[in-house]
């Protein structure tokens, strides 16, 4: 997410290769509550095509099953003294992953001492694994499979931080200008994938990629607008852009829009893809109706 709307000086050119994979027109869209604050930030998929939501400012989990039911599975506590950096929200909830077990994990900022990394289980109260810093913005999660550690990203401290859920050791893992924000929001989404960390810049319209062996980072897209969440539908990139209410894909040929405002989209904040099925929050953060889209890739 973002505050302020994003200058054109971000319109160049994706400069990666990859298939673009456009997506049908058939969706279906799963309407939310305003009123109640289902204001979507993230998604995690479950195995049975469930789809488990961050609400942003309410502290809760919501999980949407395959026929479009929606029900709170947790509630985080929203401190009383809670002042999140620059939204002065008392809480904000960002990430979300699901580890193969069954365990969610979720980014909070509080702007306090409970600012961190929570462990969720549908039935029990949330824990805390790791603490972060409650100066930042705790943003986007990912999983790394093959150790299990999590990546968090900091849209305010040009930082992504590596967490181990068992020991809650928390380390700065990459640091630097291609994090940095310009007037409001750096990283934002993180996945693993491909040998390697990527990090959407949600101010400079970048895809960074950074290897897990530790070598530089370099951007690997640009000129994609106010990106926030993506995803990998095999090795194409699928990302919500946020202020300008668009589904695009990067490839060959560039970046194309695949979903827009006539699709159902309001201000999209993440994506998951399972398979060919492609699945979109919308926030509503800056008026329109928030939601839950889900069509096909081609």
């Known amino acids: 997410m973002r505050i302020k709307q994003i200058g054109a000086a971000l319109a160049a050119a994706a400069v990666f290769a990859l298939p673009a994979a456009p997506a049908q027109a058939t969706s279906r869209?799963?309407?939310?509550?305003?009123?109640?604050?289902?204001?979507?930030?993230?998604?995690?998929?479950?195995p049975d095509g469930s789809a488990d939501l961050t609400f942003a400012y309410t502290g809760e989990i919501g999980r949407v099953s395959p026929g479009g039911r929606v029900?709170?599975?947790?509630?985080?506590?929203?401190?009383?003294?809670?002042?999140v950096p620059v939204v002065h929200r008392k809480l904000f909830l960002g990430g979300?992953?699901?580890?193969?077990?069954?365990?969610?994990?979720?980014?909070?900022?509080?702007?306090?001492?409970?600012?961190?990394?929570?462990?969720?289980?549908p039935g029990i109260p949330?824990?805390?694994?790791?603490?972060?810093?409650?100066?930042?913005?705790?943003?986007?999660?990912?999983?790394?499979?093959?150790s299990g550690d999590l990546?968090?990203?900091d849209s305010f401290g040009s930082v992504v931080r590596r967490v181990s859920p068992r020991t809650g050791q928390v380390t700065d893992w990459a640091t630097g200008e291609l994090l940095a924000p310009v007037t409001g929001?750096?990283?934002?989404?993180?996945?693993?994938?491909?040998?390697a960390v990527w990090v959407s810049n949600l101010d400079r319209g970048t895809l960074v990629r950074f290897p897990l062996t530790g070598a530089p980072g370099r951007v690997a897209a640009s000129g994609l607008g106010p990106v926030d969440d993506f995803a990998f539908h095999g090795d194409t990139v699928v990302a919500a852009v946020n202020q300008d209410n668009r589904v695009v894909t990067t490839g060959?040929?560039?970046?194309?829009?695949?979903?827009?405002?006539?699709?159902?989209?309001?201000?999209?904040?993440?994506?998951?893809?399972r398979g060919d099925?492609?699945?979109?929050?919308?926030?509503?953060?800056f008026g329109g109706s928030p939601n839950l889209l889900r069509t096909h890739l081609r």
């Open 126 to 146: 949330p824990v805390q694994v790791a603490a972060l810093s409650p100066a930042g913005f705790q943003n986007g999660v990912a999983r790394d499979p093959a």
């Open 277 to 285: 099925t492609l699945y979109v929050a919308d926030s509503a953060y």
């Open 96 to 121: 979300i992953v699901r580890a193969p077990g069954g365990d969610l994990y979720v980014a909070v900022s509080t702007g306090t001492a409970a600012t961190g990394l929570y462990r969720v289980r």
């Open 29 to 46: 869209i799963i309407p939310l509550d305003l009123a109640a604050g289902q204001q979507p930030e993230n998604i995690a998929l479950e």
């Open 71 to 83: 029900s709170v599975i947790a509630r985080i506590p929203v401190p009383a003294d809670g002042d």
């Open 252 to 273: 060959r040929d560039g970046t194309r829009t695949i979903l827009s405002t006539s699709d159902g989209l309001a201000n999209p904040t993440s994506v998951a893809v």
């Open 151 to 153: 990546f968090v990203a």
């Open 185 to 195: 929001f750096g990283a934002n989404g993180v996945k693993v994938h491909d040998g």
